[in-house]
């Protein structure tokens, strides 16, 4: 395996040793991640099973943190609404820190010895959380430090070309992802799980955002992403994922008089439930293997499940949902595409669920005790046509804000969401119907009645 020698994560540390090109490099999302992340199915890395430690898996586990003055955020609300009287707005101090706990904050503590012990608001391969949330203003690049609830200023001032012809008012919120935090576990397969979970944590802020009364618009543009990124990104380690843009809403109309709130954008609004706040603060996959108790999800669910998708930030994916036991509803094959859900077949869908969901020949999870099980596929010949390498960067994106939605409907309905990778690309698009060669799923979400981890998972409040 080629590689490279990076610096030691702090003075005097250990280096971290050869960091798989693909996971450190400098092509972020070379053509083979296809057929390598998305086709391969394996249940453990390579650099696992071989028995030996994945790269960088004897340095120092913990990232330093990045250097600069600290800026406390204020304690994040127990809820999260618009403020009353006034649109609310990306620069006040208190929508800041609301957004960014609940997109990306450490919400629970799980005591559990040698657990993972710190979870937080989106779900992340073993808890590894290699993306990376910074705000971006005209006076300055500011990361989000989820451990202790601040700031850290990584620049000051972002303008000129940098800085977007947007409304001055506007705010953006950029995810980068450290690809090596992921390697130190999972080797080569990390750059698969990094995009996944950056278009997690894009789902996760735009969810928040419109919860609290923000117009919120994600953006997928690499030029506009390189440059909100030049002025502080480190120029190895770190790579831009994406963005969202942050505005005031429109003013409400006066009483008769027509009013100018601009056009109605793709992402504007979203879909939450009433109480965002707690149902984040619930939000689990499961334990180690996902095995829920064999309880159906309601019709209410898949009402939600349908009109959250409608609402996804970047759409360009369709959601097949293989539904075994729900109330009101037959099961079978059903797809969700353009807003709308409907019927594909009829039936009982273990065995396709079974045959789908395999790693290395054996069944991944209890499909006999899950409820429904989600596939979000995208385009990706179209996108690969378009895009080129890029390509993976952004159906990743589009699907993942999908998938953290998903989670959060099941969430609410009281069950467990579980994003597990351990199933067959090529098994999924032929048993989907899936057109040969243009779709492919790169998300499975399993739903169902299972429990928490651990008796001992806390919830964190700053
Ligand atoms: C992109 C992604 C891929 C995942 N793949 C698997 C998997 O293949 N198998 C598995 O058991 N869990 C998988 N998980 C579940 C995580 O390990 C789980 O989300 C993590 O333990 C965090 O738990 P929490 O969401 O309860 O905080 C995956 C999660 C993400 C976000």
Redesign the pocket.
């Known amino acids: 395996m080629t590689g490279r020698r990076l610096p030691g994560p702090h003075p005097g540390a250990e280096p971290i040793q050869e960091i798989p090109r693909s996971a450190a490099g400098d092509v972020p999302f070379p053509p083979e991640l296809w057929a390598e992340a998305v086709y391969s199915r394996r249940?453990i890395p390579t650099t696992l099973a071989a028995g030996h430690p994945a790269p960088g898996r004897n340095a120092a586990e913990v990232d330093p943190l990045p250097q600069g003055p600290r800026l406390p955020l204020v304690p994040p609300p127990l809820h999260l609404a618009p403020a009353p009287g006034s649109p609310a707005d990306p620069s006040d101090p208190a929508v800041v820190s609301a957004l960014l706990h609940y997109s990306y904050g450490l919400l629970?503590h799980d005591l559990t010895p040698g657990g993972?012990p710190l979870?937080?608001a989106?779900?992340?391969?073993?808890?590894r959380y290699p993306s990376e949330l910074t705000l971006i203003t005209p006076t300055g690049a500011l990361r989000f430090d989820p451990l202790h609830h601040q700031l850290t200023l990584l620049c000051a001032a972002v303008t000129g070309a940098q800085y977007p012809e947007h409304e001055s008012t506007s705010r953006f919120i950029v995810i980068t992802s450290r690809f090596a935090r992921t390697a130190r576990l999972y080797g080569d397969y990390a750059p698969r799980?990094c995009a996944?979970?950056a278009g997690?944590l894009l789902g996760a802020v735009h969810l928040v955002a419109s919860a609290l009364g923000l117009r919120t618009r994600p953006g997928q543009d690499q030029k506009t992403l390189n440059d909100l990124c030049a002025p502080w990104l480190p120029s190895a380690g770190e790579h831009p994922m994406g963005y969202l843009e942050l505005a005031r809403p429109p003013r409400p109309p006066k009483t008769g008089s027509p009013v100018d709130a601009g056009p109605q954008r793709p992402g504007d609004r979203a879909w939450h439930p009433p109480d965002l706040a707690s149902v984040l603060r619930v939000?689990?996959?499961?334990a180690?293997?996902?095995d829920p108790e064999p309880a159906p999800v309601t019709r209410e669910l898949i009402d939600d499940l349908e009109a959250a998708l409608a609402t996804a930030p970047l759409g360009d994916f369709s959601c097949h949902l293989l539904a075994r036991s729900v109330t009101d509803l037959a099961p079978g094959h059903y797809v969700h595409v353009e807003g709308r859900l409907r019927q594909v077949s009829e039936g009982d869908p273990l065995a396709l669920l079974e045959q789908i969901g395999q790693?290395e020949g054996r069944v991944?999870?209890n499909f006999r005790s899950t409820a429904c099980v989600a596939y979000l596929a995208v385009r990706r010949g179209a996108a690969v046509a378009r895009y080129g390498d890029d390509a993976f960067r952004r159906v990743h994106l589009g699907a993942?804000a999908a998938?953290h939605l998903v989670?959060v409907v099941a969430a609410r309905h009281g069950l467990t969401a579980?994003?597990?990778?351990?199933y067959d690309a090529a098994t999924a698009e032929r048993l989907l119907g899936l057109m040969p060669d243009e779709e492919t799923v790169i998300?499975q979400v399993a739903i169902g009645a299972a429990r928490?981890?651990a008796s001992f998972r806390l919830p964190v409040v700053f």
């Not at 989106?122 to 808890?127: E, G, I, M, N, W």
């Not at 579980?418 to 351990?422: F, L, S």
């Open positions: 249940a629970q993972w979870h937080r989106v779900a992340s391969a073993r808890c799980l996944q979970e997690m939000r689990h996959s499961g180690a293997i996902f790693s991944s999870m993942g998938a989670c579980r994003v597990h990778n351990g998300f928490p981890p």
